[in-house]
């Protein structure tokens, strides 16, 4: 197994906002340092979870660089936004190099590249940088996936090392693990246990902005080979899973949770994402309620405010993903 630069349990953080949808900075610093502290030991940046379509380039560069002084080598830094545009994902990785540990590269959405158009993309941002990169396979949200024979040859380039799995094909993953060195993260929360089962080397997860330390649990149990602690820790983390990654967008619900339980200031996301409506507040509330014994989520004082969360928020400056 090649040498893991990422870590193993890396937090897809989300953006905390203020209530007009600003970046809330101090408040950034305080949940990287509560998801550390709890167990993680890689932050994924202006990824999905962190919304990065909404986030400027300024934004961006200067959450990987809060990322890397709030973290002062605890965990590694990944720079999770990228683009649809070649181009502009070489410059912001470009930018980032200074601060980040590495880079995610997410699949281009939404003009659906060919699979050679695919692999093009991949190696040329991996040229364009000497951190160690990871591939985001993510069809649901990107239209398109990476398919196999791809992955075997991007996986040729000295500098991507790794993908985050967001696909569930767990044959698929067992092929690309026998066939090359690349390392797996689960990128599907529901499914983190069954991906290290068979291999993986971590998780890039959204319920651990909530609950870090049971998946810091799961990991040193597989690492140790003991299966009965890690599958009683899956049981646990179950209904919280769904509660974070069902009903709503994961972001959304992500800081609805978090909002609650005091940790973030506001559950603000940008447009086009609202908060939860009603009905969509009151099933998350029903899956939390069967929430119990999990590490760093004790929901007895749980205080949800669904004003607050209510719609979205325009930012002053617009968001630079094309």
Known sequence: MPENPFGQVLVALVTPFTADGEVDWPGVEKHIDSVITAGADGIVVSGT?????????????????????????RAKIIQGGGSNETAHAIELYKKSAHAADGVMIVTPYYNKPTQAGLLTHFRMVADATDLPVILYDIPGRTGVPIRYETI???????????????????????????????????????????????????????????AAAPYRTIVDAVNAGDLATATAQHRLLEPLVRAIMTH???????????HGLGRIGSPRVRLPLVGPEEAEAAVIEDELALVHDVAGADFKNFRPDRNAAAGGALPKVAGTTR
């Open 248 to 258: 709503v967008p994961g972001t959304v619900a992500a800081k609805y949770v978090l």
């Open 49 to 73: 979870t962190g919304e990065t379509s909404t986030l400027t380039d300024p934004e961006k560069l200067r959450l990987v660089e809060v990322a890397r002084d709030v973290a002062a080598g």
């Open 152 to 210: 075997l040859r991007a996986a040729k380039h000295p500098n991507i090392v790794a993908i985050k799995d967001a696909k569930g094909d767990f044959s698929e993953v067992s092929r690309v693990l026998n066939q090359t060195d690349l390392l797996y993260f689960s990128g599907d929360d529901a499914n983190v246990l069954p991906h290290l089962a068979i291999g993986a080397s971590g998780l890039i997860g959204v319920t651990a902005n909530v």
